[in-house]
């Protein structure tokens, strides 16, 4: 977060608005990323559980 922080402020004032809407893109496309390959990792649920009685 602070190495964010660190970017942001290294810009231009001009920009930084545009730097700030680049790393959030950027961050939530990471993010969706890995959810999907973590959901796509994840082992099948059964409808049927071993130890129902």
Not at 16 to 34: E, W
Request: aromatic share 8%.
């Amino acid at each position: 977060m602070s190495l964010m922080v660190l970017i942001i402020w290294a810009v231009d004032p001009q920009y930084r608005l545009n730097a700030m809407i680049a790393t959030t893109v950027v961050l939530l496309v990471l993010a969706l990323i890995g959810g999907l390959w973590t959901l796509h990792q994840s082992p099948p649920v059964n409808a049927v559980t071993p130890y129902a009685s």
